[in-house]
C-alpha cells in the first residue's frame, strides 16, 4: 500500500503540472491569460483533471464505497465526498454551466492526500515493526550435519527433529534445539528481554533467533517452522497488535461521530455563505470542502492502533507477551498483584540459606566436607549442598564407602574419615551437639542437616525453597507503585511467612488447593480489588483465568499461553512490575493521541469555516489537506516515543 501511495502520488502530481498552468485562475495570478491558451485548452483541462481524479482519488472513492457498505463513514467518506463535489461542478463549468472550474484545488487537494497517506504509512511501518525485526532473526539457512559428520547448507524450512544443525560464531541458532557439543555465549536478548549473554554447553536448550557468541555448537532440533519458540512469539504479537481495545472502542466512535459532523458543518458552512451571507458558489463551495478535508478522522482512526502496535512491540523486545489487549489496559488501574510462591518468588529448587559453625575451621569448610559425603546422594537435599558449594567454587574431596542411612541421612569416607550428614532427630541421638540456634531456622519451615565428622559435629546446614534476588526488588517496586503484593500458595504457612518477611509482601494466603487459588482472587475481587495473578500457569490455570488480569511466568507451557491474559517470557517476577508500567505509559500516549486527533477540530474547524475571514484569514482545501496529514504525523511520531517513558 505504501508503493501505491507513492506511485498514485508522482504520477498525479505529473499530471498537476499542466493543469496548474492551463486554469484560467493561476494564468491571472501569473499573468500568463494570453500566453497559454490555446483551442480545446478547456477540454484538455477536464481530460487532465478527470485523470487525477480516477486515478490518483482512486483509494479513496474505493474506501467510500467499503466505508458506506460497512455503515461505518470516516476519512476515506470524507475525501471522497469532498474531491467528488469539486469535480463535479467544476467538470459541469467546463461544459458550459455558468460558474468558475475548481480544478487546479481539486488536483493539489488529491495529491496532497496521497503524500499525506503515503508519509502516515511510512510512519506507521516504523511504528509496527516489531514483527519484522523479529521475522529478521529467523535464518533462511541451517547448516546441518550429515550422516558421514560434513555439513550441508539446507533451508530452514528443511529442517526436521532431531537434525543436527552447526552453529558458527556470529549466526542465529536456526531452530528450537538442544546442544549436544560445544559451549558458547548466546544472545538472547530480543527473544527473552535478557540482556546479558547466557552460557550455553552440551545438555542445555537454545531458541531459534538467538545469536551465537564466540563458541561453535552443534545442536540437536527440537521444534521447528510454527511449533518454533519464535515463531508462537510472533503469532502472539501479531494477535495483539491485531485485537481491540477498548480505548480503540471509543476513538472508532470518536471517528463515526467525528465523519457525521464534518459532513454537517461542511453543508452549514456552505448554506451560511452562500445562502446567508450571500457570497459566491464557488467560494461556499470552497469553505465547505475546506471543513470537510481538515475534520477527516484520520489521525483519531490512527491514534490508538499506532500505540498498541509500538507497546506490543515493545513488550515484545523486553520478554512481556500480550495476548489479551483488555487485560492489558486493565492493568494499568491495578492494586493487587497476587504471586504464586513456589517457581514464582522463589526459585523453585531447594539450596542452602544457613550455615552454621561449631567445630569446623568456617563455613566453606562445613559446606565443602557436606557436599563431598552427598556427591554420590541423588536426594534434593544432596543436590541443594551440591549446587551451593558450586556456586561458591569449591573443591570436593573424593569420597568412598557411601551409604545412605534410611530417614537418617548419609555416611560417606572422606580423606579417611567417616563423614555424616543427619538429620536433626538422629544428630541429637548421636549427642554431643553444642548449644546453637537451629531450631529457630526450623521454625522458618527450613530443613536443617547437621553434619558431622569423626563423632563432631562441625556444623549444621538450613535448607530452603531458594528465594529469586529479583522478588526483593518486585515488591519494593510493586510498593512504589502504589500496589499491595500478595503471596498465595500451597506451601505450610510456616515455609510461607519466612517468604513473605524475607521479600516483603503485603499479605500471606497460604496451605491453599490449586483448585481453591481461582476462590482466593474471587475473594479478593469481592473486596473491591482489581487483582492479577502470577503463576506458572500450570497449578494456577484456574487463578490465572479468574484474575482480572492472568499474568504466566515462563513461556515454556502450554497452559499459560492458552490460560494467561499475558506471558512473561523470563521467570522474573519484575516483570509483572514491567507489565503495570507499561501499560501505564501505552495510556498515557493513547490520551495524549487521542486528545490531540479530536481537539485539534476544535480550532480547525471554525478556521476552515472561515471566522477569521473578515480579518483576511481563510483556508483552501490544499492547506486543510496539509494541516489534516500533519496532524496524523504527529500522532504516528507522539506514538514511536513510547519507547523513551
Not at 522458618?444 to 553434619?451: A, D
Request: hydrophobic fraction near 45%; proline fraction near 4%; include cysteine.
Amino acid at each position: 500500500m505504501v508503493a501505491d501511495f507513492r506511485r498514485r502520488f508522482f504520477v498525479s502530481l505529473v499530471a498537476t503540472l499542466p493543469i496548474l498552468a492551463l486554469s484560467p485562475m493561476i494564468q491571472r495570478w501569473l499573468g500568463w491569460e494570453n500566453t497559454l491558451g490555446f483551442p480545446g485548452d478547456t477540454m484538455a483541462l477536464l481530460a487532465l483533471s478527470t485523470f487525477v481524479y480516477g486515478y490518483g482519488g482512486w483509494p479513496f472513492l474505493t474506501g467510500l464505497v467499503d466505508e458506506l457498505r460497512e455503515r461505518t463513514p470516516g476519512m476515506m467518506t470524507l475525501v471522497a465526498f469532498a474531491v467528488t463535489v469539486a469535480y463535479a461542478y467544476s467538470a459541469a463549468v467546463a461544459l458550459g454551466v455558468p460558474g468558475q472550474m475548481f480544478f487546479w484545488e481539486t488536483a493539489t487537494l488529491i495529491d496532497l492526500m496521497l503524500v499525506g497517506h503515503w508519509v502516515e504509512m511510512r510512519s506507521v511501518m516504523g511504528a509496527s515493526r516489531a514483527l519484522e525485526k523479529l521475522a529478521r532473526l529467523m535464518p533462511s539457512t541451517a547448516h546441518r550435519v550429515t550422516d558421514e559428520g560434513d555439513t550441508e547448507e539446507v533451508p530452514i524450512r528443511d529442517l526436521t527433529p532431531d537434525d543436527r544443525v552447526r552453529v558458527k560464531p556470529g549466526e542465529n541458532i536456526p531452530a528450537d534445539g538442544t546442544v549436544v557439543s560445544g559451549s558458547s555465549s548466546v544472545n538472547e536478548s530480543m527473544l527473552t528481554g535478557e540482556s546479558v549473554p547466557v552460557e550455553k554447553a552440551e545438555g542445555d536448550e537454545v531458541i531459534a533467533g538467538a545469536v551465537n557468541g564466540t563458541g561453535a555448537l552443534v545442536v540437536s532440533v527440537e521444534k521447528t517452522g510454527e511449533s518454533s519458540y519464535l515463531n508462537q512469539v510472533i503469532g502472539l504479537v501479531r494477535e495483539a497488535q491485531a485485537s481491540q481495545s477498548r480505548t480503540q472502542n471509543l476513538a472508532d466512535r470518536a471517528a463515526y461521530w467525528l465523519t457525521l459532523i464534518a459532513l454537517t458543518a461542511g453543508a452549514l458552512t456552505f448554506g451560511t455563505w452562500y445562502v446567508g451571507l450571500g457570497e459566491t458558489f464557488v467560494f461556499s463551495l470552497e469553505r465547505a470542502v475546506t471543513v470537510m478535508v481538515i475534520t477527516c478522522p484520520h489521525a483519531l482512526g490512527l491514534a490508538i492502533p499506532l500505540v498498541v502496535s509500538v507497546s506490543t512491540g515493545l513488550g515484545a523486545q523486553r520478554g512481556l507477551l500480550i495476548r489479551d489487549r483488555g487485560a492489558f489496559e486493565l492493568a494499568r488501574n491495578l492494586d493487587t498483584v497476587v504471586f504464586d510462591k513456589t517457581g514464582t518468588l522463589t526459585e523453585g529448587r531447594f539450596g542452602v540459606t544457613d550455615v552454621l559453625v561449631f567445630a569446623a575451621e568456617g563455613e566453606e569448610d562445613v559446606l565443602r566436607t557436606a557436599a563431598a559425603a552427598e556427591q554420590d546422594s541423588e536426594h534434593p537435599i544432596a543436590a541443594g549442598i551440591l549446587r551451593a558449594a558450586e556456586d561458591r567454587a569449591l573443591d570436593r574431596p573424593e569420597a568412598s564407602h557411601f551409604e545412605a542411612l534410611t530417614g537418617r541421612g548419609v555416611r560417606a569416607t572422606v580423606d579417611g574419615t567417616e563423614v555424616r550428614v543427619l538429620s536433626p532427630e538422629a544428630a541429637r541421638d548421636e549427642g554431643g551437639l553444642p548449644a546453637h540456634d537451629a531450631e529457630s531456622l526450623q521454625r522458618q519451615g527450613k530443613t536443617v542437616v547437621y553434619v558431622v565428622r569423626d563423632g563432631t559435629a562441625l556444623g549444621a546446614l538450613a535448607l530452603a525453597d531458594v528465594l529469586r534476588e529479583e522478588s526483593r526488588e518486585a515488591i519494593r517496586s510493586l510498593h512504589a507503585l502504589g500496589i499491595d503484593a500478595v503471596m498465595l500458595t500451597g506451601d505450610s504457612k510456616r515455609v510461607a511467612d519466612w517468604v513473605a518477611q524475607e521479600v516483603g509482601v503485603d499479605r500471606v494466603i497460604a496451605e491453599v488447593l490449586p483448585d481453591e487459588k481461582s476462590d482466593v482472587i474471587e475473594e479478593l475481587q469481592a473486596e473491591g480489588r482489581l487483582v492479577a495473578m502470577t503463576g506458572d500457569g500450570v497449578n494456577d490455570a484456574p487463578a490465572l483465568a479468574t484474575a482480572d488480569v492472568g499474568i504466566a511466568i515462563g513461556a515454556g507451557t502450554d497452559v499459560a499461553v492458552e490460560t494467561a491474559d499475558i506471558v512473561l517470557v523470563e521467570s522474573d517476577p519484575r516483570d509483572a512490575v514491567g507489565i503495570v508500567r507499561l501499560a501505564r505509559a501505552t495510556y498515557r500516549k493513547m490520551v495524549q493521541n487521542l486528545w490531540w486527533a479530536t481537539g485539534y477540530n476544535v480550532i480547525a474547524i471554525p478556521l476552515a469555516a472561515g471566522v477569521l475571514a473578515t480579518a483576511g484569514i481563510l483556508l483552501s482545501p490544499a492547506v486543510g489537506a496539509v494541516l489534516m496529514s500533519l496532524s496524523t504525523v504527529i500522532v504516528a511520531v507522539n506514538a514511536r516515543f513510547l519507547s523513551l517513558d
